[in-house]
């Protein structure tokens, strides 16, 4: 019988957990959901990857292919832009045919009134192709092996919902209704009363 909870895939040895689970078996809701990059700009990005072949199930978000493909693409991304100052990360929107086509979104810090996005967006385009291919770039090489081939830029759109109602949405269906927003500076995050050192946290002293 498949062990995993809350969404939890069984993968043979142990459970692939979906975004904001924990725990062997996924049975915990994530301490905290860093919600801040809601807030900031962002650019939308496509590459191709050659070195993978698409399947069927990784046009589904909640299957262990497109799990596994976007934690390596996602690892990838943030080797090449881990020296940009304004970078927050990537999430992978959607995946389709043809090796791979990913349409993915650089999350950005918050950036100052007058900064051009639509340049900003095309210094990340060249930085993603400006990068060395692995030398191997058969299916079974450790690398990806992609090109870049657009990006658009946006600022975040005003929330169309609280951030009481968009921690919900972003938390494990069965523990929505325990998490909270708590803003601290610039962040956003998403957080229980089990969270160390937020406002109302329990004291579970060895508990």
């Known amino acids: 019988a498949d062990p995993c909870l809350n969404g939890g895939r069984w993968m043979g040895t142990a459970c692939l957990c ?3 689970t924990d725990g062997p078996r996924c049975e915990f809701g994530a301490t905290t959901i860093n919600l801040t990059a809601e807030l900031g700009p962002f650019v939308t990005m496509m590459a ?3 070195n993978r072949d698409f399947s069927e199930d990784m ?3 909640s299957s262990p292919g497109h799990r596994r ?3 390596e693409f996602s690892r990838t991304m943030d080797g090449i832009y881990r020296n940009v100052s304004d970078y927050r ?3 992978v929107l959607s995946l389709s045919r043809g090796s791979v086509v990913v349409n993915y979104r650089i999350q950005l810090r918050p950036l100052p009134g007058n900064t051009n996005l639509e340049h900003r967006a095309l210094e990340l385009l060249a930085a993603a192709n400006a990068v ?3 030398r191997n770039c058969s299916p079974s090489a450790d ?3 992609f090109t870049a081939t657009s990006a658009r830029a946006a600022r975040a759109a005003p929330p169309a919902l609280n951030y009481t109602e968009l921690c919900r949405r972003h938390a494990p269906a069965n523990f929505s209704r325990f998490y909270f927003p708590y803003r601290t500076g610039n962040e956003l995050l998403c957080v229980t009363n089990c969270t160390l050192n937020v406002p109302g946290s329990f004291d579970c002293h060895r508990g």
Do not use: M, S, W, Y
Request: hydrophobic share 35%; charged share 20%; glycine share 14%.
């Open 48 to 50: 191709r990857v050659t």
């Open 143 to 145: 690398g990806l092996c």
């Open 59 to 61: 046009g589904d978000a």
């Open 69 to 71: 493909f976007a934690e």
């Open 132 to 134: 060395a291919q692995p």
């Open 89 to 91: 990360g990537i999430r």
């Open 18 to 20: 979906p975004p904001n």
